[in-house]
């Protein structure tokens, strides 16, 4: 019998179930909710880390967008049971990209209508607007989400 070799995991991926994230994580997921939150306030909520009630598990999007609303702070949920608009995800350095693709057609099956996947070390953006319908954003590029009318300029979030 062949001996598995397991990675070795951290106590916050095996507590979280997720990679751990990076400092360029961090920067790029800071920067997303900065500008989004500074561009389209009073359109839509950023959620950075909203844990969402999907099939089969919960998922935990990096971003999550929702339209802007009154919020009653006297009611909490600990899993979202309805769609955001939008999710983002952003590839961590031991994340294998497969599983955030495979996220997104959870999203989508969740309700979600667009879901952004975020390659800091190409400093590129993926909108998709459907599975497997997507289009991608390099250096220069101004991201486009179509199903949210959403524009970054793509240098604004990966500037030196």
Not at 70 to 89: M, N
Request: hydrophobic share 40%; glycine share 4%; charged share 20%.
């Amino acid at each position: 019998m062949e001996a598995t070799i397991l990675p070795i995991q951290s106590d916050y991926e095996i507590e979280r179930g997720k990679p751990m994230p990076s400092l360029l994580h961090a920067i790029v997921q800071k920067r997303l909710i900065m500008y989004l939150g500074i561009n389209y306030d009073g359109k839509y909520e950023f959620f950075p880390e909203l844990t969402l009630d999907t099939p089969g598990q919960k998922s935990t999007p990096d971003i999550a967008i929702d339209e802007y609303g009154p919020i009653d702070f006297s009611q909490d949920e600990i899993k979202r049971k309805e769609p955001p608009l939008a999710t983002i995800e952003i590839l961590s350095p031991t994340q294998v990209l497969q599983t955030l693709l495979d996220k997104t057609n959870e999203y989508f099956s969740f309700g979600v209508k667009s879901c952004w996947v975020v390659i800091p070390a190409l400093k590129s953006i993926y909108v998709f607007k459907a599975p497997h319908d997507y289009q991608a954003f390099t250096p220069g590029d101004t991201v486009h989400d179509p199903n949210l009318n959403i524009e970054v300029p793509i240098d604004t979030i990966f500037a030196a």
